[in-house]
């Protein structure tokens, strides 16, 4: 099984501060067809103008992850974490037993554009965990990097859900294959053009895949990207 999800389709918010895009129902935007794949919950893609941001806000049992595109967004959360996340960063943070944050766009004069991506986590409570990745230093060209996992390892930062978070970066005219370690995915194109399964993905395009044998991906052009392996 296959679905296409495409950028133009998503559900949309827009204020004076605010430019976002809703892969699955959020907020005010609601389609009982687009709640949830799997554990993945939230996917919005979200443009912030200078100095505007998201107000200190609650979150519990939820597995959150701020991936900076373009800009540099400024983080403050309970756990007593201050940081600016730079373009090309990945942050991780899980809510847990709950965590209070704020995230604002770190510049005056420049938007920041970011996806906020949601799993629901397998396990209830917990103490909130923080964690970055820096996807200059660790993803690897031509490669699906894993970035976090339910089962950590010294590169792998571990996550209360059995599932893997991948980077995919690759050259025009590269191919690679989804391992099989997981029966469902969802590709999320940051940037670029893929070709999965016969399907065409452009930036913004999400891609349901489940229960398929030998997944190659290959790039038309430079195309970063993120796999979710997903139980």
């Known amino acids: 099984m296959i679905k296409k999800r495409l950028s133009d389709e ?7 501060w605010l430019d976002g895009r809703h892969t699955f129902s959020f907020g005010e935007y609601h389609d009982p067809k687009e709640m949830s794949f799997r554990s993945l919950r939230v996917i919005n893609e979200d443009i912030v103008s200078p100095g505007g941001g998201f107000p200190t806000h609650p979150h519990r049992d939820a597995e959150i992850f701020t991936y900076v ?3 540099a967004l400024q983080h403050r959360d309970s756990m007593g974490n201050e940081s600016v996340i730079q373009a090309g960063n990945l942050q991780y943070m899980s ?7 704020s995230e604002f ?14 799993l629901l986590p397998n396990v209830s409570g917990g103490e909130p965990r923080y964690a970055e990745k820096q996807m200059g230093r660790d ?3 031509n490669a699906l990097t894993t970035l976090f996992a339910g089962m950590g390892s010294d590169d792998v930062i571990p996550i209360r859900q059995n599932a893997a978070i991948a980077f995919g970066r ?13 029966p469902h995915h969802w590709i999320q194109v940051i940037k670029g053009e893929l070709s999965v399964l016969g399907q065409t993905l452009k930036a913004g395009d999400g891609l349901a895949i489940s229960k398929e044998q030998g997944i190659a991906v290959k790039a038309s052009t430079d195309t970063e990207f ?3 392996h997903l139980e």
Not at 105 to 118: E, G, R
Not at 172 to 181: I, N, Y
């Open 10 to 16: 998503r559900g949309v918010t827009k204020f004076d």
């Open 69 to 71: 595109i373009d800009g």
């Open 95 to 101: 809510a847990g037993s709950g965590v209070r944050h």
């Open 105 to 118: 766009n770190a510049s005056k004069t420049d938007p920041v554009h970011l996806l906020q991506i949601w």
């Open 139 to 141: 993803a690897k060209p």
């Open 170 to 182: 690759l050259d025009a005219g590269a191919e690679l294959s989804l391992p099989q370690t997981h």
């Open 226 to 228: 993120i796999a979710f």
